[in-house]
């Protein structure tokens, strides 16, 4: 897992575009009432929530242990834990893992995918959407300029995106039929002058490995200044994501 500070309140005041992309995702999962359903990297519990009141018996697990509190002042009727997704276990075998903008934080994603094929009954589906190859490509570019110029050393962001053709074998290997896989561009406005720099407030742990911290500050500066001219436009910053989502389904 990347380590991130995770802001539970700017999350949701600021970010709150990864609770309404998932909702066609949560279409797509079609949670049946009664079936167990974990959430994994539920963030600050919006998706669970929503995934409840379809009847579903629902629950999250998320590695921030800020999100995870935030979730259980929401919505203290529900079951949120902390852990790790690349070691978690179930109590009893679920229907289906639906996570939603997380496994791209996770950087063992054949573990994470071990540990879903374990937490699922033969036949429950894992159903996902997470960055996929080419995701904020500009962005990351940006910040990595921005620290040579400053530092005069090369880094690379940490996050997993994957293409199809990378993930699906992975999921195949560990015993889940694809059913259905997209690779698509999302162009995704982040909201104010200051989206930018929240954005990167919000997310960029991943983009920063081993650099000190008192750099950056200017490096983010640095970075939206090479951004203004290709992702900034009538006052509003979008975000180049590109996502990978699917429908897995575990073999009997």
Not at 163 to 175: M, T
Not at 217 to 237: K, S
Not at 238 to 246: H, P
């Amino acid at each position: 897992m990347i380590e991130n500070t995770w802001d539970a309140a700017l999350y949701d005041a600021r970010h709150n575009f990864v609770t309404v992309a998932g909702q066609a995702l949560i279409d797509l999962l079609d949670p049946q009432p009664g079936e167990r359903i974990l959430d994994l990297g539920c963030g600050t519990g919006h998706h669970v929530r929503q995934l409840a009141d379809r009847g579903a018996h629902a629950a999250g697990i998320d590695g921030a242990a800020d999100m995870i509190a935030a979730a259980r002042q929401a919505y203290p009727d529900l079951d949120f834990r902390v852990a790790d997704g690349a070691a978690f276990t179930v109590e009893a075998p679920v229907d289906a893992v639906f996570s939603n903008a997380a496994l791209h934080w996770m950087t063992q994603p054949e573990r994470v995918i071990e540990r879903v094929a374990a937490a699922l009954r033969p036949g429950g589906r894992f159903v996902a959407e997470m960055g996929g190859k080419g995701n904020i490509n500009s962005i990351a570019t940006a910040a990595r300029e921005a620290i040579h110029e400053l530092l005069h050393v090369d880094v690379t962001h940490q996050w997993y995106f994957p293409s199809i053709g990378e993930y699906a074998p992975l999921l195949e290997r560990h015993g889940f039929e694809v059913r259905m896989a997209w690779h698509f561009d999302r162009p995704t406005p982040l909201e104010g002058e200051e989206g930018m720099l929240n954005w990167f407030k919000m997310f960029g742990g991943g983009l920063f490995p081993g650099v000190p911290e008192g750099v950056i500050p200017e490096a983010i500066r640095l970075a939206e200044r090479r951004l203004r001219d290709t992702l900034y436009a009538n006052g509003r910053w979008v975000a180049d994501y590109r996502r990978l989502r699917f429908v897995a389904v575990k073999r009997v």
